[in-house]
């Protein structure tokens, strides 16, 4: 299947997986640069799935006092559906436990609820507007 590794800021890993971002946030979704690009990439710890030395999915954590916040998933538009977000995802709360961390957050589109409860995380509050987009927070706690 795919390799999950760390894509460290300005790294060649983090600029592919910043590209991807684009395609999918940005060509796909339509949200703007400036909401995709939010100025909080320098304190975050990215990584990115790689499939025959491609990357082909994307993921940032935000480190935040009281719990990691994860953001920024995405996997190519092809290759959905065959488990490679699934893998990338189930990657990153060993990552974050690394660093002593055990609360996790999100802000899940509102049609993607369901993939997340599927690793313990719980929808909480009401849906609300997020670069154009219905989202809803959840936790693991």
């Not at 299947?1 to 979704?29: I, K, N, W």
């Not at 290759?79 to 436990?97: A, D, T, V």
Request: net charge negative; charged share 20%.
């Amino acid at each position: 299947m795919s390799l999950e590794m760390l894509a460290p800021m300005g790294s060649d890993l983090y600029h592919l997986g910043c590209h991807l971002r684009c395609t999918v946030f940005m060509g796909e979704q339509g949200v703007s640069e400036a909401d995709e690009f939010d100025g909080k990439d320098d304190d975050a710890t990215h990584m990115v799935s790689l499939l025959h030395g491609n990357v082909v999915g994307v993921l940032r954590t935000l480190w935040l006092p009281q719990h990691a916040k994860i953001g920024r998933f995405a996997v190519q538009r092809e290759l959905r559906g065959q488990g490679i977000g699934r893998q990338l995802f189930q990657s990153c709360p060993n990552q974050i436990k690394s660093r002593s961390v055990d609360r996790i957050m999100l802000e899940a589109q509102v049609d993607r609820i369901h993939f997340y409860q599927h690793f313990g995380f719980q929808a909480y509050g009401e849906n609300y507007l997020d670069a154009g987009m219905l989202h809803r927070a959840m936790k693991n706690y």
